[in-house]
C-alpha cells in the first residue's frame, strides 16, 4: 500500500457514518475490520476500492496513521487487547466506543498509546453531524489535527476540556437524533389522534422538524427567541406550550432522560 492507511474497525451504524463522511472528503487508503461484512459494505468497498480484513492481526505491520475504534464498549472490553499491537506501532488511536476512558484503554494498550476519544452521529453519514472530542494534556497538535480531519468528514466538530464529559455529550448529541426521531413518531401519532391521516401526519411532523432544523442552521438567534416567534399571545402554540412547558412537562422529561443515558454511558464504561 503506497501510503499508511486509517484503520477502521467497526462498520455499523456509526462507523459507516464515518465511512460515508470519509468517502466524500476523499480520504484514502482505508482499510476496515469487520468479521462479517454485509453485501452493502461489500459493495461499498468495492466502489471505492477498499480493504476489508476479518480480524486484526498482523494490521500493525502496516503502519497505520490512525485506527478508528468503532465498536460497542462491551464488544471493546471483550476485545481490547488485540488492539495493542496496532496502537504500540505508532497509530493514533481514536475511539467513539461510548464510556470506555483512555486510562482503561491506556492500561491495555501501554501508556504511550497515543489515544484521542469521539463521539460523532449518525447525522454525519450525510454531512450534518457533530462530533465531541476529548484529548489528553500531553497529545500534540498533530494528533489533535488528524483527529479532527478524520471527524471533519461527518460535519461540526467541537472539543471539550473534561473526559467525564464525553459521558454527557453521549447523552445530548450521540444519542440525540433518536430523540428528534421519537419527537416526529409521537408527533404524527397526535396529528393522527386529532384527525389527520396517517401519512398526512406523518409528512407534516417529518417536513416540520426538517424545516425547523434548517432554520436553526441559518438564524443566529437563540432558541428560546425562535419559540418566542412562533407563539402567538392567547394563540393555539401557547396553548400547547403551556402543556410542554409544564413542571413535568418536556423539560423535566428531557432532563431525566439525558440523566439516564450519561449514567448508562458511565456503566458500559465499568
Known amino acids: 500500500m503506497s501510503a499508511n492507511p486509517v484503520i477502521l474497525v467497526g462498520a455499523g451504524r456509526m462507523g459507516g457514518a464515518l465511512l460515508a463522511g470519509w468517502f466524500r472528503s476523499g480520504l484514502a487508503p482505508i482499510l476496515v475490520v469487520e468479521p462479517d461484512p454485509p453485501a452493502r459494505l461489500k459493495a461499498m468497498a468495492r466502489d471505492h476500492h477498499v480493504a ?3 480480524k486484526l492481526a498482523n494490521l500493525d505491520a502496516l503502519k497505520a496513521r490512525a485506527c478508528v475504534v468503532a465498536i460497542k464498549p462491551q464488544v471493546l472490553k471483550a476485545e481490547i487487547a ?12 481514536l475511539s467513539i466506543a461510548a464510556g ?13 498509546a497515543r489515544i484521542i476519544r469521539a463521539m460523532p452521529n449518525t447525522p ?7 462530533t ?5 494534556p500531553a497529545s500534540s497538535s498533530a494528533d489533535r489535527k488528524l483527529a479532527q480531519t478524520l471527524v471533519g468528514a461527518l460535519g461540526d466538530s467541537i472539543w471539550v476540556p473534561r473526559e467525564r464529559d464525553m459521558d454527557s455529550v453521549t447523552a445530548v448529541s450521540g444519542s440525540g437524533p ?4 421519537l419527537l416526529v413518531e409521537a408527533l404524527a401519532k397526535a396529528g393522527e389522534a386529532e384527525g389527520l391521516a396517517p401519512e398526512t401526519a406523518a409528512r407534516l411532523a417529518r417536513v416540520m422538524v426538517q424545516g425547523s432544523g434548517a432554520l436553526l442552521a441559518v438564524d443566529p438567534s437563540a432558541p428560546e427567541a425562535l419559540r418566542h416567534a412562533v407563539t402567538s399571545p392567547g394563540g393555539t402554540t401557547e396553548a ?13 422529561l428531557m432532563r431525566r432522560a439525558v440523566a439516564a443515558a450519561r449514567k448508562r454511558g458511565t456503566q458500559l464504561g465499568s
Open 52 to 54: 476489508l480484513f476479518p
Open 132 to 136: 465531541a472530542l476529548f484529548a489528553p
Open 178 to 181: 433518536a430523540y428528534v426521531f
Open 100 to 112: 470506555t476512558s483512555i486510562a482503561s484503554m491506556q492500561k491495555a494498550w501501554g501508556k504511550r
Open 124 to 130: 454525519g453519514a450525510i454531512g450534518q453531524g457533530i
Open 240 to 252: 400547547a406550550l403551556k402543556v410542554l412547558m409544564a413542571k413535568n412537562g418536556l423539560g423535566a
Open 82 to 93: 488485540a488492539f495493542a499491537p496496532i496502537a504500540q506501532s505508532g497509530a493514533l488511536m
